[in-house]
């Protein structure tokens, strides 16, 4: 036999081993984390149009966000206890050991992914992550959203972003 046949064989037993493996794990998967996943969208827009609150409630479109600056999206909602604050925690902490600032350089678009969550709780994370980043400047450029589950569920459809709610757990 050539190597290069070997190494086809081992690929696919390796491949097929993997799949089936895979396979498994996707089955036992517990049942409300069947729909949660990412999906790379590369090349896709967000829809600029979707209209969410900010954290003064004032009404804003997501495209009025989005300007000359880069942008990163977090997806989140602010009563999270656990992963959605990690990922708040840890946006803090790689954006401290930045050179670049928020509000001159890129900005944050945070977007709670909970329709029942409000302005007032939006405005409370904004000073909780504000007063921990220590920038004046990020002020002008962290904006904390909320809105209605059909303007979350496009924006996080547009980006791959894919959850469910968990009623036994809240």
Same mark, same amino acid.
């Given at each position: 036999m050539t190597q290069k046949i070997q190494i086809g064989i081992v690929g696919l037993i390796a491949f097929f081993a993997f799949h089936g493996l895979f396979g498994q794990l996707q089955n036992t998967r517990p049942e409300g984390l069947k729909n949660v996943g990412l999906d790379q969208k590369l090349n896709s827009q967000v829809p600029m149009d979707l209209e969410f609150s900010d954290s003064t409630g004032r009404s804003v479109l997501l495209g009025d966000l989005f300007n000359e600056r880069p942008v990163i999206l977090t997806l989140v909602y602010y009563e999270c206890p656990?992963?959605? !604050?990690?990922?708040?925690?840890g946006t803090l902490k790689a954006i401290r050991t930045l050179e670049f600032t928020v509000g001159e350089d890129f900005d944050i678009v945070t977007v709670s992914i909970d329709p029942g969550e409000t302005p007032g709780l939006a405005a409370e994370k904004k000073a909780q992550y504000l007063d921990s980043y220590r920038r004046e400047s990020g002020s002008r450029g962290w904006y904390f959203l909320t809105g209605e589950e059909d303007q979350i569920r496009q924006?996080?459809?547009?980006?791959g972003f894919r959850y469910e709610?968990?009623?036994? !757990?809240?």
């Amino acid at each position: 036999m050539t190597q290069k046949i070997q190494i086809g064989i081992v690929g696919l037993i390796a491949f097929f081993a993997f799949h089936g493996l895979f396979g498994q794990l996707q089955n036992t998967r517990p049942e409300g984390l069947k729909n949660v996943g990412l999906d790379q969208k590369l090349n896709s827009q967000v829809p600029m149009d979707l209209e969410f609150s900010d954290s003064t409630g004032r009404s804003v479109l997501l495209g009025d966000l989005f300007n000359e600056r880069p942008v990163i999206l977090t997806l989140v909602y602010y009563e999270c206890p656990m992963l959605c !604050t990690m990922v708040l925690n840890g946006t803090l902490k790689a954006i401290r050991t930045l050179e670049f600032t928020v509000g001159e350089d890129f900005d944050i678009v945070t977007v709670s992914i909970d329709p029942g969550e409000t302005p007032g709780l939006a405005a409370e994370k904004k000073a909780q992550y504000l007063d921990s980043y220590r920038r004046e400047s990020g002020s002008r450029g962290w904006y904390f959203l909320t809105g209605e589950e059909d303007q979350i569920r496009q924006l996080a459809d547009s980006v791959g972003f894919r959850y469910e709610y968990n009623e036994e !757990t809240d």
